[in-house]
């Protein structure tokens, strides 16, 4: 499960999320890809290395995510996922869907009322209702919560990448 990137309008929402002290999203992660959509006005903590781009309300973990090694991708992941406030990292998702995620992962996705991505988090089976209770605190007003197949969500942001969204 690598990152693709995402489209603009996904990306714009979740920086609009961060920026919100009533919202609960403190970070947002950018691929390299798409680190040229950051705005460089934000009033945020912005920090950048080879895996992309932390944008936090908390300086704290700005540095802790710039401070972290290099060359360990399992704490990395696990480092995100409790920054980015998802249940399971990303090795877990693997683990506990028999080593099949593309056929037994989902992605759990928060949608604004126009259908941009407000987070987005993948979830093995065992973790799909923990992470679907946590995400819910992020669904805005007229939004929803979304469940998909792996193969659907990187389907959507190529589909709207290519159409310029």
């Known amino acids: 499960m690598m ?14 999320a961060v920026m919100d002290p009533k919202h609960p999203k403190r970070a947002c992660f950018v691929v390299p890809e798409d680190a ?14 080879a895996e992309g781009t932390l944008v936090t309300t908390r300086e704290d973990w700005a540095d802790a995510f710039y401070g972290w090694p290099t060359g360990q991708p399992v704490l990395f992941d696990r480092a995100m996922a409790k920054i980015l406030g ?3 990292a990303k090795d877990d998702v693997v683990k506990n869907c028999g080593g099949r995620p593309v056929a037994n992962a989902r992605a759990v996705q928060v949608w604004d009322a126009d259908g941009w991505v407000v987070i987005e988090a993948f979830a093995s089976p065992a973790g799909l209702q923990a992470t679907q209770d946590e995400l819910r605190q992020h669904i805005p007003p ?7 197949t792996p193969i659907e969500a990187i389907g959507r942001r190529l589909l709207l990448r290519e159409a310029g969204n």
């Open 3 to 16: 990152p693709f990137p995402e489209p603009r309008g996904d990306i714009r929402v979740q920086l609009a």
């Open 36 to 49: 040229g959509q950051i705005p460089y006005v934000l009033n945020a903590f912005i920090e950048t290395r």
């Open 86 to 88: 998802y249940p399971e």
């Open 142 to 148: 007229g939004g929803s919560m979304v469940v998909l």
